[in-house]
């Protein structure tokens, strides 16, 4: 069964920022109209990246196994958690002291810049709508855990056409780690995520719309309250199977020793779950 509904926020609409905190609650997921962000630089990223893809340019660009910064080509494709299947796509981890092309690096530079500024001023809503009860479980302020991060990562992906037969998924299902998602729209459906029910529900493909979601990492600061709900890019045609698609998530970090939980560090947090992906070794 596949539920088509998620709620469209306008943030021009009175009361946007506790609807906005509330959708998180309920769905894990918020979809955003009338954001700060500039969706044409969004699509120009797009295009000048999709071309970089198809080039051997990026092979001069291979992660640094360290630092995660740089190009991972679809042998080094992460797994779901749990998944002994790669997902079928490339990538490129940007940080601002990471590696890039130079020709492309601008565009990454004010894209990065508007959408942490974006964030923060999300983070910042969650923590003054939590429930009372949750927010005093909060070790610090939400919007203070982030200052000073250099752990945030933009992630510029590509899934090519897949090959006539081909059965790995574009993204198995999976939850994100960190603690918010800021997901322009991509060029191409395909995103789904998991209800409370058990049914899928399939994200509207609009080009003026941003969604955010839940980490693993919020959901350890809150208890459960904000759930990392999970989700999955799947092929839900052949058209768009023989298409690229393109996608642009920045994943807000904590700096490493922020204290999520009684359990958990940031970096501790991070560090555990990038082994469970196959990511890092030890």
Request: some cysteine.
């Amino acid at each position: 069964m596949v539920n088509k509904t998620l709620p469209t926020l306008s943030l021009k609409a009175s009361g946007a920022d506790r609807a906005f905190v509330e959708s998180l609650s309920e769905y894990g997921f918020a979809a955003l109209t009338d954001h700060p962000i500039d969706m044409t630089l969004v699509y120009r990223i797009y295009e000048s990246w999709r071309e970089f893809f198809n080039t051997e340019q990026k092979f001069d660009y291979r992660y640094h196994v360290e630092t995660q910064d740089g190009y991972f080509g679809l042998a080094e494709a992460e797994s779901a958690k749990g998944s002994q299947q790669q997902d079928f796509k490339e990538y490129f981890h940007y940080y601002p002291w990471g590696q890039c092309p130079t020709d492309l690096k601008q565009d990454l530079e004010t894209y990065y810049a508007q959408a942490e500024s974006f964030a923060k001023q999300l983070l910042t809503w969650v923590e003054a709508f939590s429930p009372p009860e949750i927010s005093k479980g909060y070790l610090e302020p939400l919007s203070s855990m982030i200052h000073s991060s250099e752990s945030s990562l933009l992630r510029v992906l590509h899934y090519p056409p897949l090959p006539q037969g081909a059965t790995q998924p574009r993204a198995s299902a999976h939850e994100d780690i960190n603690l918010l998602t800021i997901l322009p729209a991509s060029n191409g459906p395909g995103l789904e995520i998991l209800a409370k029910n058990g049914s899928w529900i399939q994200i509207e493909d609009r080009d003026d719309q941003i969604l955010i979601n839940t980490g693993d990492m919020l959901a350890e600061a809150s208890g459960g309250h904000f759930p990392s709900t999970t989700h999955r890019v799947s092929v839900q045609s052949s058209d768009s199977a023989s298409e690229s698609r393109m996608s642009l998530p920045l994943f807000l970090h904590p700096r490493q020793e922020v204290r999520l939980s009684r359990r958990y560090l940031a970096g501790e947090y991070l560090h555990e779950r990038l082994i469970e992906l196959g990511v890092l070794t030890s």
